[in-house]
């Protein structure tokens, strides 16, 4: 009995080993897979006194005020092949009695203008700050444009000011960034 | 990135499981079951492992995931499934490869009745867990994530690459108990290790008194990478001058350790079998060519707070981002640190208790096997116990065996083992004696041979020696 077995149990064993595969897979799917974070991130928050707006040594209106900083992660040449769609939303808090126009100026290392975009916010009291929301939505080719930013230029213009003005212009940000990776 | 995750997921139920040689412990045909336990009985009077081909292992596994989970051919999309799984599997989870390869192995009974091995072999060991949160960051981002804190502490992995020389004495000292130590000495070629993390990630949506919309923190963080061997090589050009430089350390050239192990078998009688053995009770110690990073701190980010300074012309406002950057540097500083450190080994710990039956005599005029006039059964079965030390928790493993001595020049072990990977792992061992030459193979996971891509762990030992019998 033992003759027949060893050979047997060789056999078996041998079948075993020559037969193992991998089956009813299909690693091609590898190339679908697919990576889609959305990210959530504060971006720029700032707080504009009213008394920003009128230089008191000269006794002159200072229309609008600019400042400017830097945002090198997004033109990261991995972030510019994955980002699909950038969602801004602004949210600013006003109780200066004016309107405001504020632009945003997205610039490239060299200076070049690649994305504007600008919005209005509505004048606040001192007492009762009004709240002004924008969003702006960048996708498809637009996207391309934003990714070769690596700076913004953020302009706030006030039609027109005095030395008594009150209030204070608020802003706070972020963006909703939609990878693909 | 996606390349990288295709690799590990290929990898996943190629390789097979944690160490456990559970087939080969007991298994006295095999001069390499000394190897798990030096306190075994020893059948011959001699051994010799062909170099290079006297044991060669590859195991590795992974607890919560198949290849074919992932990557099974279906309708569904295969996003949806890996989603499915990343929530499906817990951060106890693991991946793990061990490879070993044996150069030399040896044994010869002196006249003290003392039987004598050594040996040297090379080998490769891999574990990290599953970083469960990190994952689903990586995997779905924050923002359906607002409060909830993404633990650092996930990240826990350890890789070693080593040379082992080891030389262990084994007698039986009554006629029931037989005892065996092993002393090992270690040469570390590279190591890395990240454990014992902390720190948690989260973003809060502000209120009214927020700076910005949102307060992204990362709390008491406390991550740190230790490296061995691999400094060094970061400075080397190509990989001929990598692996010349890897190779040299194999000879003491690296980072060196020392380890024991122990082991006894008793008769309990005629038909109980007792044994255990604790393997590679010891560390490394790394000092030098060690480079370790640590990152620890406490930061909440807003954003960028613009100040709109008065400005002349073409004058540079405040770099924010600049110092945005060196703020962070400052609250949570990545530090490079040398000073060595002491890497426990994974202690694996075996036992088993077998009842035995029927008296082995091959051929009825010699018993060739049997010289010792010690009963040899010709089957046996019974229970088997093995643990491993991980860095998260002791895996752990139980079998279920049955071995026995066909002819005098074969015999087999089958097993059947539950452990972290599944509760169906059945395995075969044959053991052949051709003339003095000793050839063995073993393996598990056999039901999912038909499908590789279905086993989370896959564990092969195969390896030919040469055996002179006691005469």
């Known amino acids: 009995m033992n003759k027949v077995l060893s050979p047997s149990i060789f056999m078996v064993f041998a079948c075993l080993l020559f037969t193992a595969c991998i089956k009813d897979t299909d690693f091609d799917q590898a190339e679908d897979i697919a990576l889609t974070p959305v990210i959530e991130l504060d971006l720029i928050f700032f707080n504009l006194q009213a008394n920003r707006f009128f230089d008191t040594i000269n006794s002159t209106q ?15 040449s991995t972030l510019q092949e994955s980002l699909k769609r950038a969602e801004f939303y602004f949210k600013f808090t006003n109780s200066i009695p004016r309107d405001f126009q504020v632009d945003f100026q997205f610039l490239s290392e060299l200076n070049d203008t690649t994305y504007v975009t600008a919005t209005q916010v509505a004048q606040g009291t001192f007492a009762v700050p009004v709240i002004t929301e924008f969003t702006e ?6 996207i391309l444009l934003l990714t070769q930013a690596s700076k913004v230029v953020v302009s706030v213009t006030i039609p027109s000011s005095n030395e008594n003005l009150e209030g204070t212009l608020n802003l706070k940000s972020k963006t909703t960034y939609f990878l693909e990776y | 990135m996606r390349n990288l995750l295709t690799i590990i997921l290929s990898l996943v139920g190629v390789f097979g499981v944690s160490q456990n040689k559970q087939i080969l412990y007991g298994f006295d045909d095999i001069p390499q079951s000394l190897m798990l336990n030096p306190g075994s009985k020893v059948l011959q009077k001699k051994h010799y492992g062909i170099p290079f081909l006297s044991q060669i292992h590859v195991n590795g596994g992974s607890s919560g995931v198949s290849a074919y989970d992932i990557f099974k051919d279906g309708n569904d999309n295969i996003n949806d499934r890996i ?4 929530f499906e599997m817990k951060n106890t989870d693991f991946f793990t490869a061990t490879q070993q390869l044996e150069l030399i192995n040896f044994g010869w009974r002196a006249k003290n009745e003392i039987y004598f091995s050594g040996g040297i072999y090379q080998e490769f060991d891999f574990i990290a867990y599953f970083p469960r949160d990190l994952a689903i960051l990586a995997w779905e981002g924050n923002r359906d994530y607002l409060d909830y804190e993404f633990d650092l502490g996930e990240i826990s992995t350890t890789g070693d690459f080593m040379t082992v020389y080891h030389f262990g004495l084994n007698k039986q000292i009554s006629k029931k108990l037989t005892v065996g130590a092993r002393l090992k000495l270690y040469s570390s070629m590279f190591s890395y290790r990240s454990v014992k993390n902390s720190g948690t990630f989260v973003t809060r949506l502000g209120d009214e008194n927020s700076e910005n919309i949102y307060e992204h923190t990362v709390q008491n963080a ?71 990073y640590r990152a620890h701190g406490t930061y909440t980010l807003d954003g960028i707070n613009l100040i709109f300074p008065p400005l002349g012309d073409g004058e540079p406002t405040y770099p924010y981002y600049d110092d945005l950057e060196d703020e962070i540097k400052e609250e949570i500083p990545i530090d490079t640190l040398y000073n060595g450190y002491t890497q426990f080994r994974p202690t694996k710990f075996n036992a088993s208790l077998s009842y035995g039956f029927g008296k082995f005599n091959a051929t009825g005029a010699c018993d060739c096997l049997n010289m010792g006039g010690e009963n040899l059964h010709k089957q046996s079965i019974g ?55 000793n050839f063995y193979i073993v393996t598990d996971n056999l039901i999912n041979y038909s ?13 030919f020696n040469i055996i002179i019998d006691e005469e």
Request: negative net charge; without cysteine.
């Open chain 1, 137 to 142: 939505n960048v996708e498809g080719e637009a």
């Open chain 2, 383 to 437: 229970l088997q116990f093995y643990s491993i030390f991980r860095p998260k928790r002791p895996q752990m493993a139980g079998t279920l065996f049955y071995h026995r001595r066909i002819t005098e020049y074969l015999s087999a072990k089958a097993t059947y083992t539950v452990d972290s990977y599944s509760f169906s792992n059945i395995g075969l061992g044959v053991s052949a004696d051709i003339g003095k030459i």
């Open chain 2, 83 to 86: 989603t499915q799984k990343i």
């Open chain 1, 62 to 76: 200072i229309l609008t005020v600019r400042d400017t900083t830097e945002i090198r992660f997004l033109d990261d």
């Open chain 2, 222 to 292: 406390d991550v740190t990478v230790e490296t061995s061997g691999y400094a060094s090589l970061r400075d080397l050009d190509g990989a001929g001058q990598v692996t010349s430089e890897i190779l040299g350390r194999a000879f003491f050239g690296g980072n060196i350790g020392v380890g024991v192990d122990v082991g006894f078998n008793y008769e309990i009688n005629d038909a109980w079998n007792l044994s255990a053995s604790a393997l590679d009770v010891g560390a490394i110690f790394h000092s030098k060519d060690v480079e370790n």
């Open chain 2, 451 to 463: 499908n590789l891509a279905k086993a989370k762990s896959v564990s092969l030992q195969l390896g």
